[in-house]
């Protein structure tokens, strides 16, 4: 039975919220749940990797600002409310709280992979380090047709970090060097991975490009591990987990995302390709 490869989540139907959305698609689950509260409930020591693109806390607050790079007048930075700025004691405790939870379900060796940008990813560092991570690798994220600076008042923003750790400094790191050097033309892969980023046929403001979690899921598991994913947002991970042969718990708290995570598991946007050949 499916349920059997998800031993992980041991939390019954009867302690979920009364509307909680959850579905089990071939080796995809997802929970329409707050992922501080639904982490709680895992075992220790279950989950062979975690892929993470938590809220960056950088859009100020819906304002709409006016653009001088010729093209439309304004340009509004409302995305989502889950990305306005936070205080900075808010944003620690956010990531302390989560991260926490990461590490405790972490199999040994297993990894952790956490996207952000200038707004987020030093706080990040700075509690993987407090809580016992050791850092890997900090991964650049060089999108090659990344929008202008539409207010052409500092450089154009062309990267996004990712961090790669460890749940801690024992056991050996669960990495497959060899195959992420014969993806990469029998050359020793480098930290920075650039990509053309793709339009999508449905609407959401921050979703991953396959490629990252196409490398990410390579590098650090194996066919049938769980792979996790807290912040599911338009569901990549499990997209591009299930096209490789992983299982993949996501977690998402938007019901409307959740929709568009089945949609998207059920082959409405298009099946999984490859986009990394031997």
């Not at 961090?163 to 990469?184: C, D």
């Not at 996501?250 to 019901?255: G, R, T, V």
């Amino acid at each position: 039975m499916l349920m059997k490869y998800f031993i992980a989540l041991k939390t019954k139907e009867n302690t979920m919220r009364k509307n909680s959305f959850h579905f089990i698609i071939k080796q995809i689950k997802l929970f329409h749940e707050e992922a501080l509260e639904l982490l709680k409930k895992f075992p220790d020591n279950c989950i062979d990797m975690i892929f993470a693109d938590p809220p960056y806390f950088g859009n100020q607050s819906g304002l709409t600002i006016k653009r001088n790079d010729r093209h439309r007048e304004t340009f509004d930075t409302q995305k989502a409310k889950w990305a306005y700025s936070k205080p900075i004691e808010y944003q620690f405790e956010f990531h302390r709280t989560w991260i926490k939870e990461a590490q405790r379900i972490l199999k040994e060796g297993a990894t952790i992979w956490i996207t952000g940008t200038y707004h987020s990813i030093g706080v990040i560092n700075v509690v993987l380090q407090e809580l016992g991570f050791k850092i890997l690798n900090e991964i650049i994220l060089y999108k090659k047709n990344a929008p202008p600076n539409f207010t052409g008042s500092c450089f154009r923003a062309v990267t996004e970090n990712m961090l790669w750790a460890k749940k801690n400094f024992n056991g050996k790191t669960k990495f497959n060097y060899w195959l992420m050097k014969k993806l990469n033309g029998g050359v020793q892969m480098k930290n920075i991975w650039d990509y053309w980023a793709e339009k999508n046929p449905f609407r959401h403001p921050a979703t991953k490009q396959p490629i990252i979690l196409e490398l990410a899921i390579l590098a650090s598991s194996n066919k049938d591990d769980i792979i996790l994913d807290p912040f599911a947002g338009s569901g990549t991970t499990g997209f591009v987990a299930q096209g490789l042969g992983r299982k993949c718990i996501m977690i998402e708290k938007d019901l409307n995302y959740c929709n568009l995570i089945k949609e998207r598991i059920e082959g409405k946007y298009g099946e999984f390709r490859r986009k990394t050949k031997i």
